[in-house]
């Protein structure tokens, strides 16, 4: 086998923790026109509305949700395919939400994109190594003479035989046609990949191989992945960290043992009491089916208040009148949630009323002053809202650990409560 042609990027260890990729606020609405001559702007679709998070160098951030929550939105306007309403995107320190697509061209070689359908991803008239070849000529990557031999050795890294760079897509499975897709991606070296349901249209028996294709990718050439999907096994088995999307909105997020062990989103919890899990099977014990009722609200007119609510058993007056902010509840983890705990031992009072400056009910109180602000911010800080003592806590446990996340323990908290005064 010949060398590998991608090189591996951000060698330095003490950059491994540094995010390649920081997302603020990130929101992009879809207009909604009424029919006949004059064609007015009638309502907004409201598909992505105010996600933060980071992606760390080489790491991988899992994005899950049922269909039309704006997983592949997200993976859209990041890669520029589609213009952001408002929000901040920081690719590698650089501010690229508002760039024209000439200012982006440049950048174009270092985020890439799977695709999450195989058959229409690539364009049938051409050869594979037309298809391979194309960027490296676009961007100049490589001296024309040479692109054949490139074509071959990035084929061959994807697994996939260099002597087949002269067939034409419909002579592939779907499994070959997704690894064509991959070497395309890797052809202009690039720092993030952002895979889009990349196994979703595959066998099962295909979907393992495609998997551990991507893993060895990561590892050896030490690309960061925004991995979209909507098999929760495969997003715990290829992302170190998740975040759980619904109606546009991220509702919660932190590292996998925490999230799958401890989830505390109502949400979360149905999402993975829907999936079935091999090792509770086989030991006992295996999570009770949550089945939610109703409808999943239209992103055009989004209930007030937490989206979440009307398919809420643990909704209250103040979920209707406040939206729960994304509060950091541990070291590693997220909830946008304002009764957070785990199944069968929820807060009993909501935890965000110092956060959003209210009472119980969600009125404002008087002199209160709201902290929302800083909740926007992409990334986990050294403090966190306990959800036993509803105060500030904070520890000095190194965050490379992100595993043992354990709430408030060994945890010092402050004398300030959650109840606002």
């Given at each position: 086998?010949t ?5 591996p ?13 920081e997302?603020?606020?990130l ?11 004059v ?21 991988a951030?899992?994005?899950?949700g ?13 890669t ?5 309403t ?5 690719f590698?320190?650089?501010e ?5 697509n ?8 270092e985020?890439?994109?799977i ?6 991803s690539?364009?049938?008239r051409?050869?594979v ?6 960027p ?7 001296p024309?003479?040479?692109?054949l031999a490139?074509?071959?050795e ?6 996939l035989?260099p ?18 897709g991959i070497a395309?991606?890797?052809?202009l ?7 889009d349901?990349?196994v979703?249209?595959?066998d ?11 893993q060895d ?8 992945f ?6 929760l096994?495969?997003?715990?088995h ?6 759980v ?8 997020i ?8 401890r989830?505390?989103?109502p949400?979360t ?19 009770e ?10 992103p ?8 979440f ?18 509060l950091?509840?541990?070291r ?9 705990g ?6 009993s009072t ?5 956060a ?15 902290s929302?602000?800083d ?14 003592t ?6 000095e446990?190194?965050?490379?650990h992100p595993a043992?996340?354990?709430?408030s ?9 959650d109840?606002?005064?």
């Open positions: 086998m060398n590998p042609v991608v090189t990027a951000g060698t330095e260890q003490s950059g491994a923790d540094t995010p390649i990729l997302v603020t606020n929101r992009k609405y879809f207009p909604v026109r009424s029919s006949g001559l064609r007015r702007t009638i309502g907004q679709v409201q598909a992505v509305d105010g996600v933060s998070f980071q992606v760390r160098r080489g790491s951030l899992g994005l899950v049922e269909s039309g929550c704006g997983k592949s939105t997200t993976g859209r306007l990041i520029r395919l589609y213009d952001p408002s929000g901040s995107m920081k590698d320190g650089r690229i939400g508002n760039l024209s000439k200012q982006m061209l440049p950048l174009r070689s985020i890439q994109m695709f999450q359908d195989p058959y229409s690539l364009n049938p051409h050869t190594g037309t298809i391979v070849g194309t490296l000529r676009v961007h100049k990557m490589v024309e003479k040479k692109v490139r074509v071959q990035l084929l061959e890294v994807v697994g035989n002597e087949h760079y002269n067939r034409y897509p419909n002579e592939f499975s779907g499994g070959q046609r997704q690894r064509i395309r991606a890797l052809a070296q690039p720092k993030l990949l952002v895979a349901e990349p979703s249209a595959l099962v028996s295909i979907q393992a191989q495609v998997v551990n294709l991507l990718v990561q590892k050896e050439f030490q690309i960061a925004l991995f979209i999907a909507h098999d096994a495969i997003v715990r290829f992302c170190p960290e998740i975040a999307m619904y109606l546009g909105k991220i509702v919660e932190a590292d996998r043992d925490t999230l799958y062990n989830p505390h989103h949400y919890q149905a999402l993975l009491s829907a999936a079935p899990d091999v090792k509770q099977a086989a030991i006992g014990g295996r999570r089916r949550i089945r939610l009722e109703g409808d999943v609200p239209s055009i007119n989004p209930p007030s208040g937490c989206r609510r009307t398919r809420c058993w643990r909704a209250e007056e103040i979920c209707a009148r406040q939206e729960p902010p994304l950091q509840i541990g590693t983890h997220k909830v946008a949630c304002h009764f957070a785990e199944l069968g031992q929820e807060s909501p935890i965000t009323l110092s959003l400056g209210v009472d119980r009910e969600g009125t404002p109180v008087a002199g209160a002053t709201p929302t602000e909740l926007d911010k992409a990334g986990f800080s050294d403090s966190w809202t306990d959800l036993t509803h105060a500030v806590a904070s520890d446990i190194n965050r490379e043992e996340d354990t709430g323990t060994g945890a010092t908290s402050t004398s300030v409560t109840q606002p005064s």
